[in-house]
């Protein structure tokens, strides 16, 4: 049963300290999401990875935030600092690339900033 | 980028028939539509290709309008597990699958 696998599930931190959440895509799929799930903006793009490559983290704040994927099996969502107004349920997506296909999403990283 | 939904919530009776649009500013490829459960990641429902194809999913079915940039998912004869958050997702032509997702629409069937 191929998913793709997020970790932590559930993460309370202080603000001020680094938060790294991980993402598995589903085998073959070369395009990840990341997304950020708020009551207030529903789900917002943060970024958009091909091949590996980032081609849009527009919607990333870049002093704290970063996204990498250092192999094609693992894709990073780094918070540094951490403040509360980054609580969230942050999601990852993996999907074929290919357009019209659609997009799985993982079960997502809760992430409470206290 | 963001497709705009509506209605942004609706309550139900079981049986009653509910309609959800979804409004891109942009030329669209594909729209998706997904529910999800509280606490629950977004489940794919369907996808849509082409202006006015029409797909059904048990008593849930979707229209789109290429020209109009719209898409509609209808939900029809709701039963209790229809509650849950509905987005709708867009894709733009050439975009190389890359989505933009609605802000959703809470829907809530009661007996």
Redesign the interface.
Known sequence: DARVTQTPRHKVTEMGQEVTMRCQPILGHN?V?W?RQTMM?????LA?F?NRAP??DSGMPKDRFSAEMPDATLATLKIQPSEPRDSAVY?C?S??????????????SWLTVV | QQPVQSPQAVILREGEDAVINCSSSKALYSVHWYRQKHGEAPVFLMILLKGGEQKGHEKISASFNEKKQQSSLYLTASQLSYSGTYFCGTESPNTGNQFYFGTGTSLTVIP
């Not at chain 1, 999907?95 to 997502?108: A, Q």
Request: glycine share 22%; hydrophobic share 35%; net charge negative.
């Open positions: 395009t999401f997304y903006q529903g789900l917002e793009l958009y091909r081609l849009d999601f997506a999907g074929l690339g290919v357009s019209g296909n659609t997009i799985y999403f993982g079960e997502g």
